[in-house]
């Protein structure tokens, strides 16, 4: 199992070797077994048996979240809450799936190995009619499957360049802002996804998924992979840099609150990382970030909290 689960083979070499960056859809290869391993009866077997992690679910209609008392009793999942919200018309988001479903776990922890890429996944149950989250976009790619009823995905071209992490979310500002011009905007697509389809959905495209014109209740899985950056490696490599006494060493204080010192002592460490940088041994720093690369754990559904540290904005 890796990617060769969701996409046919000449699929997952051009995935391998020049990353999507427009939504698309596909379809699982006829011999896939992912239909038997992550289907809707599983999904909806999570929520009628109260089976599922509450402190993992949220329960949301038009962008607004219940309290999780609202479904649980005694810290657990209660069905019959969860049905009866789900009867208002109330979309349930299964979070971290990878987390406690096996079947789950297995794929995204393939991808992980093959790609080098965190992966993760969440569920997503709306009623006929209903809609859960409004207009947004994802910090990473999103592989959208649809396990039962329709759902319809208007997406929008990227209106900033390169989100990541942090830096450009869609619920905190600057790019906030620009998520509120774009909601004027008719959408570049319109997928209406079927059982059995998967979009492929690329960081930084608005989308606004919603169950409203349809009959049925909609279920799919999103299998999410948290694209490796120059950001990541950078990240790795000062925490190898830990490796340099010098980089170690204590600052005074006084060379902390003295804007002119603590300037100085900036452009001293940047020289400090850069000279331990030209010694190191590049092909086993590669291997050692590999082996991270393909087993960093706490890969988890993340929500994106604004940074005041290099903070500027570029809209496109």
């Keep these: 199992m890796s990617l060769s689960i969701l996409f046919d083979d000449a699929t997952v070499s051009d995935i391998m070797t020049a990353w999507p960056t427009k939504p698309a859809l596909h379809k699982p290869p006829e011999d896939s077994l992912v239909r038997?391993?992550?289907?809707?009866?599983?999904?909806?077997?999570?929520?009628?048996?109260g089976t599922a992690p509450a402190d993992q679910l949220i329960v949301i209609r038009d962008g607004a979240a219940l309290h999780?008392?609202?479904?649980?009793?005694?810290?657990?999942?209660d069905p019959g809450k969860v049905a009866k919200w789900r009867g208002r018309g109330y979309t349930v988001q299964l979070r971290?799936?990878?987390?406690?479903?096996?079947?789950?776990?297995?794929?995204?922890?393939a991808i992980q190995n093959e790609t080098g890429y965190?992966?993760?996944?969440?569920?997503?149950?709306?009623?006929?009619?209903?809609?859960?989250?409004?207009?947004?976009?994802?910090q990473n790619m999103g592989f959208v499957y649809q396990l039962a009823g329709r759902?319809?995905?208007?997406?929008?071209?990227?209106?900033?360049e390169e989100p990541h992490r942090e830096q450009f979310a869609s619920n905190t500002s600057p790019g906030s802002d620009v998520l509120d011009r774009m909601k004027s905007m008719r959408?570049?697509?319109?997928?209406?996804?079927?059982?059995?389809?998967?979009?492929?959905?690329?960081?930084?495209?608005?989308?606004?998924?919603?169950?409203?014109?349809?009959?049925?209740?909609?279920?799919?899985?999103?299998?999410?992979?948290?694209?490796?950056?120059g950001y990541w490696i950078a990240g790795k490599l000062a925490q190898a840099?830990?490796?340099?006494?010098?980089?170690?060493?204590?600052?005074?204080?006084?060379?902390?609150?003295?804007?002119?010192?603590?300037?100085g002592q900036i452009a001293e460490a940047r020289d400090l990382l850069t000279q331990w940088l030209a010694g190191a041994d590049l092909s086993a720093l590669a291997a050692d970030l590999l082996q991270t690369a393909r087993t960093e754990p706490n890969v988890d559904y993340i929500s994106h909290a604004p940074s005041l540290i290099g903070h500027q904005q570029s809209a496109r």
């Excluded at 971290?96 to 922890?109: E, G, K, T």
């Excluded at 992966?119 to 009619?129: E, H, I, K, L, R």
């Excluded at 759902?151 to 900033?160: A, Y």
């Excluded at 169950?211 to 049925?216: I, L, P, S, T, V």
């Design 36 to 49: 038997n391993l992550v289907n809707a009866n599983l999904v909806n077997s999570y929520l009628d048996t």
């Design 68 to 77: 999780s008392r609202a479904y649980s009793t005694d810290g657990y999942l």
């Design 96 to 109: 971290n799936l990878h987390r406690w479903c096996p079947a789950v776990h297995a794929i995204c922890s």
């Design 118 to 138: 965190g992966a993760y996944a969440t569920g997503f149950v709306t009623p006929a009619g209903g809609q859960g989250l409004h207009h947004h976009w994802d």
């Design 151 to 160: 759902k319809t995905w208007q997406i929008w071209e990227p209106g900033v």
């Design 187 to 229: 959408p570049d697509y319109e997928f209406d996804l079927e059982p059995g389809q998967i979009l492929v959905l690329p960081r930084g495209w608005m989308h606004n998924p919603h169950a409203r014109d349809q009959g049925q209740d909609s279920v799919h899985v999103t299998f999410v992979a948290r694209e490796r950056t």
């Design 241 to 263: 840099a830990l490796a340099s006494a010098s980089l170690r060493r204590v600052i005074p204080p006084a060379s902390i609150v003295d804007p002119d010192a603590f300037a």
